[in-house]
Structures are given as structure tokens and as C-alpha cells.
T-cell receptor, first 115, second 116 residues
Framework: GENVEQHPSTLSVQEGDSAVIKCTYS??????FPWYKQELGKGPQLIID?????GEKKDQRIAVTLNKTAKHFSLHITETQPEDSAVYFC??????????????FGKGTKLSVKP | DTGVSQNPRHKITKRGQNVTFRCDPI?????LYWYRQTLGQGPEFLTY????????KSRLLSDRFSAERPKGSFSTLEIQRTEQGDSAMYLC??????????????FGSGTRLTVV
């Protein structure tokens, strides 16, 4: 089955710096890769996602890159702000007709942005 | 209502009791999922509905767990004879389907279960 590994487990940056979180996946049939932000006591919030037919996607300060050959994808946050502090999860899924519909998550990265 | 709603937010129960959680998905979403999350871990898949049909169950979903989505709208997750190991955050998510792909995979805020 699919296995998703996420690094680092903790990341501390200064406000204004960039943060990068990396994930690798094992199932070459996975084709949907979302990223979630989870604040304490809340459910995961979808912040950006990418499908295997593109290599990069950007939304304001957040970008995701995907390397299908190497089976890894990364989250890039630029100009970090204290409110970006949270736990970030990557996930992978086979998303097509007949698929299970379940996301396989990494173990999470706790991001701390120091003012 | 623009999000996935889960009730209750918190539940404390004694070991051996039954508990039931409710999830109301985003109204136009036909897919609904249940996950479990323990402290310091990512969510783990439990089960998945497309409309009212339960299409997949994880091995994590023991015989004591049952989920329903009777009219393809809200869903309930029941745990019978709760055990301390059932203590976790139970998350519901929903998505819409277009051309066999999922869109807008959105989670609720979860129900935190504590079994004492």
C-alpha cells in the first residue's frame, strides 16, 4: 500500500523567511497530493493541492512542486508570518474511478514562525 | 453552511458505553469520509461513502464500529462497547466528484472522544 514520509517533523523559522516541507510517496499510481494546515483543536484545512498532470502550483505565498519520477512533492511558504504557525500535513491518494477515496497522510510538520 | 459540521465537538464516555457521532457534509458533496487521528499523528482512513453506498472500510474499522449515511446526506459513526484505545479525534470529510476525481476534499473540526 501507499506510504507517505514527511520531513522535517519540526521546523522553526524567523518571520519573513521561507519554509519548505518535503514529502515522498511510494505508490506510483497516486495522482492527487493535497496539503493541509491543522491548528490546535481544529480539523485539517486544505491549503493547496496538486494533481500528477502538473509539476507546480502556486497560490499567493504558498506553492507546491511535484516530481513524479522521484515520487516526491514539496510545500513552499514564502514571507512567513506568525499566523502560519501550525502543523502541516501532506497526503497522497489514487483519485480516479474505482479508487478507494482515502488519503494517506504523512506524520506532519510542526512549523513555528518566530516574530 | 459552507463547511463540514461535526457534532458533538467533545465526548467523554465510560469504557463499555456506546457513542454516536454525526457529520453533516458540504451540501453539494456526494462523497463522505471518516478518519481517526491520534495525538502527534496524521489522520488515518476509516471508511468512505459515495452517496448512500459505503464503498470502502479500513482494517482499522473493527466490528465495534459502524457507519451509516442513510439518505446520502449526513452520516453517523457509532462505536459500541468503547475501549480506552478508541480515544482519538474522529474527523469527517467530504468532497464532490467530477469525472471520477475528487474535488474540494474538506475536513470538519472533528469530535474528540475520551474513554475513561
Amino acid at each position: 500500500g501507499e506510504n507517505v514520509e514527511q520531513h522535517p517533523s519540526t521546523l522553526s523559522v524567523q518571520e519573513g523567511d521561507s519554509a519548505v516541507i518535503k514529502c515522498t510517496y511510494s505508490d506510483s499510481a497516486s495522482n492527487y497530493f493535497p496539503w493541509y494546515k491543522q491548528e490546535l483543536g481544529k480539523g485539517p484545512q486544505l491549503i493547496i493541492d496538486i494533481r500528477s498532470n502538473v509539476g507546480e502550483k502556486k497560490d499567493q505565498r504558498i506553492a507546491v512542486t511535484l516530481n513524479k519520477t522521484a515520487k516526491h512533492f514539496s510545500l513552499h511558504i514564502t514571507e512567513t508570518q506568525p499566523e502560519d504557525s501550525a502543523v502541516y500535513f501532506c497526503a497522497a491518494m489514487r483519485d480516479y474511478g474505482g479508487s478507494q477515496g482515502n488519503l494517506i497522510f504523512g506524520k506532519g510538520t510542526k512549523l513555528s514562525v518566530k516574530p | 453552511d459552507t463547511g463540514v459540521s461535526q457534532n458533538p465537538r467533545h465526548k467523554i464516555t465510560k469504557r463499555g458505553q456506546n457513542v454516536t457521532f454525526r457529520c453533516d457534509p458540504i451540501s453539494e458533496h456526494n462523497r463522505l469520509y471518516w478518519y481517526r487521528q491520534t495525538l502527534g499523528q496524521g489522520p488515518e482512513f476509516l471508511t468512505y461513502f459515495q452517496n448512500e453506498a459505503q464503498l470502502e472500510k479500513s482494517r482499522l474499522l473493527s466490528d465495534r464500529f459502524s457507519a451509516e449515511r442513510p439518505k446520502g446526506s449526513f452520516s453517523t459513526l457509532e462505536i459500541q462497547r468503547t475501549e480506552q484505545g478508541d480515544s482519538a479525534m474522529y474527523l469527517c470529510a467530504s468532497s464532490s466528484q467530477r469525472s471520477h476525481s475528487s474535488y474540494g476534499y474538506t475536513f470538519g473540526s472533528g469530535t474528540r472522544l475520551t474513554v475513561v
